[in-house]
T-cell receptor
Framework: GNSVTQMEGPVTLSEEAFLTINCTYTATGYPSLFWYVQYPGEGLQLLLKATKADDKGSNKGFEATYRKETTSFHLEKGSVQVSDSAVYFCALSDPSTNAGKSTFGDGTTLTVKP | KAGVTQTPRYLIKTRGQQVTLSCSPISGHRSVSWYQQTPGQGLQFLFEYFSETQRNKGNFPGRFSGRQFSNSRSEMNVSTLELGDSALYLC?????????????FGPGTRLLVL
């Protein structure tokens, strides 16, 4: 079956530090890959996505590249801010599992200190 | 355009009771998916509806059910509540549920079972 593995958290960084959150996946088909962010008391918001190999998704300074050869989709940001503190989820959607279903990693809690 | 709305936002029930949660998707979206989020199990897929039909179902007992109306609004029902059903229930909508599409999440309904 499908699965997503994220680096374990929590992650604590100082403001302006470089961020990497690792994500690897296992999928039956050819999935689309997503990063979502969840702020306290809220639902998930899409951060970025990539739908085919070598695509780079980017948004708000965050980037991730779909690497089919290493089955990875690592999230990076060059300089984090306090406002980036949240829980980050890597997810995949696989056409072999039919419609409307995403498989999520366990989430990585990021805390950025001033 | 209004986002995904969920009602109620918070619920407290006792074991054995049943509960109904509601989700209104983004206007024009016809696919609605439901997820359960708990600290121990993370985000788990419950089911997905499209055009009033359940197209996909996760590994949850039959106590969990849902439906979708002609206006794409969806409800999920949990009967004979157990303590372990305490969770954040998230719904997500998309145009048609295809794998490349972004799912837009509501803020969730937090259910506490006593």
């Amino acid at each position: 079956g499908n699965s997503v593995t994220q680096m374990e958290g929590p992650v604590t960084l100082s403001e302006e530090a470089f961020l990497t959150i690792n994500c690897t996946y296992t999928a039956t088909g050819y999935p689309s890959l997503f990063w979502y962010v969840q702020y306290p008391g809220e639902g998930l918001q899409l951060l970025l996505k990539a739908t085919k190999a070598d695509d780079k998704g980017s948004n708000k300074g965050f980037e991730a590249t779909y690497r089919k050869e290493t089955t990875s989709f690592h999230l990076e940001k060059g300089s984090v801010q306090v406002s980036d503190s949240a829980v980050y989820f890597c997810a995949l959607s696989d056409p072999s599992t039919n419609a409307g279903k995403s498989t999520f990693g366990d989430g990585t809690t990021l805390t950025v200190k001033p | 355009k209004a986002g995904v709305t969920q009602t109620p936002r918070y619920l407290i029930k006792t074991r054995g009771q049943q509960v109904t949660l509601s989700c209104s998707p983004i206007s024009g979206h016809r696919s609605v998916s439901w997820y359960q989020q708990t600290p121990g199990q993370g985000l788990q897929f419950l089911f997905e509806y499209f055009s009033e039909t359940q197209r996909n179902k996760g590994n949850f007992p039959g106590r969990f059910s849902g439906r979708q109306f002609s206006n794409s609004r969806s409800e999920m029902n949990v009967s004979t509540l157990e303590l372990g059903d305490s969770a954040l229930y998230l719904c997500a909508s998309s145009w048609s549920g295809r794998t490349q599409e972004t799912q837009y999440f509501g803020p969730g309904t937090r259910l506490l079972v006593l």
